[in-house]
């Protein structure tokens, strides 16, 4: 199994930065994307930024200018840099892989979540 354990998650005021973290652990043979979803309260999970293992991003339009997506493939992490933070990204953040490793072959894998507030 794949496992993707998250954090740099937290209470922040309105404008300032954090950096969340994910890392992958297991036999992993190749990881091909990783990314960020969110989900806050009383709404769906949603995709906030994703990577590929050449490099490629893909941000959404309501965070572009704001958040970097990045990978380091030899540690088999993502990482996103959230700045000028708004109290509407206030959400539960979700690391998410897929890619194939030696058991159970194909995977797609869900970190546990980390919070992430901002206050106004």
């Known amino acids: 199994q794949v496992q993707l354990v998250e954090s740099g998650g937290g209470l922040v005021q309105a404008g300032g930065s954090l950096r969340l973290s994910c890392a992958a652990s297991g036999t992993i043979f190749r990881i091909n994307t990783m990314g960020w979803y969110r989900q806050a309260p009383g709404k769906q999970r949603e995709l906030v930024a994703d990577?590929?293992?050449?490099?490629?991003?893909n941000l959404v339009d309501s965070v572009k200018g704001r958040f970097s997506i990045s990978r380091d493939n030899t540690k088999n992490t993502v990482y996103l840099q959230m700045n000028s933070l708004k109290p509407e990204v206030t959400a539960l953040y979700y690391c998410?892989?897929?890619?194939?490793?030696?058991?159970?072959?194909?995977?797609?894998?869900w970190g546990q979540g980390t919070p992430v507030t901002v206050s106004s």
């Open positions: 998410h892989a897929a890619g194939f490793a030696v058991q159970p072959g194909s995977f797609r894998s």
């Open positions: 990577t590929t293992r050449d490099g490629s991003t």
